[in-house]
């Protein structure tokens, strides 16, 4: 990685800092995302910077020796939540709003759900979301323990074949590495609708069990405020599937 510091040009940021900085955005999935509209990129290259953690993470990881772990404790904000992969942010956009006093972090590797989302920002003036395009992983290492109210993970790529197993997203060090960071237990909530991955979640936290205790595990209900959330929560009920709720 890098040793480099961050150059302070105010333009393009997240194409200066991908060149920079490749590896903190490293993602095994879709690697070509639709083309950003010049609508959107004008839109990226002008708002980015002002809702984007990625310097602040990068920075950190960069400048470990220099650098205090990101702290989101401002007065304004009650609690602090973070979604993982939020997709087109459709979840995200809606739980911001809906709480004005918590602040939302989303982390998300397709740009153009970042760009979706940034759209939201400044159209509705949303002022409690900040955003990262970085591998998430790098997000959770830069944040100070105990100091994240609620994680959210909808509907992780499944990754279904065997030898992709290890791409999952729910590892037991990323289960460590989440659980470090929030404040108190059964905060991680991860939805699914693959038998197989729940069936993974469950013999990790088996063989983990001083860390995550027993699992809460239930079938979300259409009347459960997470049931149908997203868009793949969607696509799985349409096509016939269940929806789990793991809280960890
Ligand atoms: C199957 S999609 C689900 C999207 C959305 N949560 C939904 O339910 O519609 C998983 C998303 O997670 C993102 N993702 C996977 N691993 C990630 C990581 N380590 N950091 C950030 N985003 C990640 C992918 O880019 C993808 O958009």
């Known amino acids: 990685m890098g040793k480099n510091r961050l150059s302070r040009e105010n333009i393009d940021l997240l194409h200066r800092l991908k060149t920079q900085f490749p590896d903190y955005y490293k993602y095994y999935g879709r690697k070509i995302s639709k083309k950003l509209s010049k609508k959107s990129l004008d839109l990226m290259n002008e708002y980015y910077q002002a809702f984007s953690?990625?310097?602040?993470?990068?920075?950190?990881?960069?400048?470990k020796k220099f650098n205090k772990k990101l702290i989101f404790t401002e007065a304004k904000f009650n609690r602090v939540n973070i979604e993982i992969g939020f997709g087109n942010g459709e979840f995200l956009l809606k739980s911001a709003l809906a709480n004005p006093d918590e602040l939302f972090i989303g982390s998300e590797f397709y740009v153009n759900g970042i760009a979706k989302v940034l759209k939201e920002i400044v159209n509705l003036s949303i002022h409690n979301l900040k955003l990262t395009n970085l591998n998430s992983i790098y997000l959770l290492q830069s944040i100070q323990s105990n100091s994240v109210d609620k994680i959210y993970i909808l509907n992780p790529d499944p990754w279904k074949k065997k030898r992709h197993h290890k791409r999952r997203l729910i590892s037991a060090d990323n289960l460590k590495l989440f659980n470090k960071v929030i404040k108190s237990k059964k905060s991680i909530y991860i939805t699914t609708d693959s038998k197989d991955y729940l069936k993974s979640i469950k013999e990790i936290s088996k063989t983990n069990r001083e860390f995550f205790g027993i699992l809460d595990i239930e079938i979300l209900s259409d009347s459960n405020c997470l049931y149908g959330v997203s868009r793949y929560q969607r696509k799985a009920i349409e096509?016939?599937?269940?929806?789990y709720l793991v809280r960890i």
């Open 239 to 243: 096509n016939g599937g269940k929806i």
């Open 53 to 63: 953690l990625d310097e602040e993470i990068i920075n950190y990881h960069e400048l």
